[in-house]
Every structure is written in C-alpha cells, then in structure tokens.
C-alpha cells in the first residue's frame, strides 16, 4: 500500500478540511491578503506578466502531461503481457486513475464548471468587477473555468504524488545522486506550479488547500481499491 493505514490517513484528510474550512472561516480575508502580496494598483497582478514564470508554469504543467501519457503507455504495456521494466500495472493504473478522477473530472468537470467563484484578478479588491466569494461556499461570480478549486494545482499535487509512487522503481534504475534530484524535483516541481497560480492571481490561497486536500483523498482512495504489497517494492506508507 502507498498510504499504510488508510482509516488513519481518511481521518487526517477530514481533519485538514475542518481546519481549512475553520481557517478561512475565521479569517476570510486571508485569501485576499495572500493575494495582496503579489499584487500592485498599477501593475495588477505583474509576476503574470513574466515571461520567465510562464515557463516555469509550462514546465510544470508538461511534466503533468507526460506523466499522465506515461501511465497510459505504462498501463496498456503492462494489460499487453509486456509491462515496463520494473513498472507494476497498479502503479499504472493508480496514477492514470488520480488524473482522470482529481484534476479531470473532480476538479474541472465538477467544481470550477459549477462553483462560481471568481479568480482574485477579476474581483473588486484587485481592479476587476467580481464580487469575492469564500471557497466553501457556492456563489454566482463566474460562469465556467472559475476559481475553486486551483486545476493547475490540483495536477501539480498529482505529479508530486504520481512521483512518489513511481520512487522506488526510480531508486532501482538510476544511480543515488540522480535519484537525489528526482526526489528534489518531486518535492520543488509541484510546490513552484502551485506557488505561481497564486502569485500570477489565476488563484487564491485556498483554491490550491482544497486543492490538494481532494486530490489526497482520492489518492488514499485509490489506494484502498487497488492496494499493492510492500513487498513488490512500493514506497514507505505516509499514513
């Protein structure tokens, strides 16, 4: 199993919401005061503007999508009778099924089709026309491709856990200090991809929490339908 006890990891996933929601009740404003940070009167939202950081987040985002082409090629070699050296057709499987059900159909075929909240850079406080809305709460400011939840960050934490997954095959294959830098990229890709949507004002600070919140859980799910023994070589448990 790649979360050990998954009655364990089910309460800490519904402990981080309570406290998500409880945090951003209390504070409302928190999200616009993140937001602020990157934001000038004159400039808007300038980091968005940056050539450089669009790269960045490109880099990021094409990471996501070779991860996923690599769970199909991984998934149909392995139902071939032909499976990828030292790739198991769970690891395939759980990671073109987080895709398909977090960042895919969870997130942009559900919330930010039907949540309506409106991105920081269209609301009042920043220059835009929007009213700003709480990220538990359903609201009318955006008609599709809204706010909550961050899709973009939602794919980042599937490739860090896609990654995490995929660490022990990678450990076998490769020598230690190239393995130091998977490990690095595992850990800094995903956190930049998240970090830019919010400073670029595509997202508020709550929109990645919840984010990355639905994303594990469905990871932890996952692993609970399609469980892998340890002793094929999968990761340490995180729960």
């Known amino acids: 199993m ?8 089910a309460g800490l996933l519904a402990a ?25 009167p004159a400039a808007g939202f300038w980091l968005a ?18 991860m996923v082409l690599f769970s199909i090629i991984a998934l149909a070699a ?3 009778g032909r499976p990828l050296p030292s790739i198991q057709t769970r690891q395939a499987a759980f990671i073109f ?7 895919l159909l969870l997130v942009n075929g559900i919330l930010k089709s039907h949540w309506g909240r409106a991105r920081p850079a269209d609301i009042v ?24 939840v961050s899709g973009e960050g939602a794919a980042a934490v599937a490739l860090a856990i896609s990654l995490y997954v995929l660490a022990p095959s990678v450990r076998r294959a490769v020598p230690g200090r190239v393995f130091k830098l998977y ?12 970090v830019l949507r919010v400073a670029a004002g595509r997202h508020f600070l709550s929109d990645t929490v919840f984010a990355a919140l639905l994303v594990a859980g469905i990871a932890v799910l996952l692993d609970w339908m399609l469980p892998v023994k340890k002793a094929n070589g999968t990761p340490d448990a995180l729960c």
């Open 183 to 194: 490990v690095a990229l595992a850990v800094i890709a995903p956190s930049l991809g998240i």
């Open 16 to 40: 981080g919401f309570i406290l998500a929601i409880g945090l951003f009740a209390l504070w409302p404003h928190l999200d616009i005061r993140v937001s602020g940070l990157f934001y000038d």
């Open 78 to 80: 392995s139902l071939s």
């Open 97 to 103: 099924l987080l895709y398909l059900l977090g960042p």
């Open 125 to 148: 406080e920043f220059g835009g026309t929007r009213m700003f809305s709480p990220p538990y709460l359903p609201a009318d400011q955006c008609a599709s491709n809204c706010s909550f």
């Open 49 to 66: 503007a940056s050539p450089c950081l669009e790269r960045l987040r490109m880099v990021v985002w094409h990471l996501s999508t070779g």
């Open 2 to 9: 790649f979360f050990g006890d998954h009655r364990r990891c």
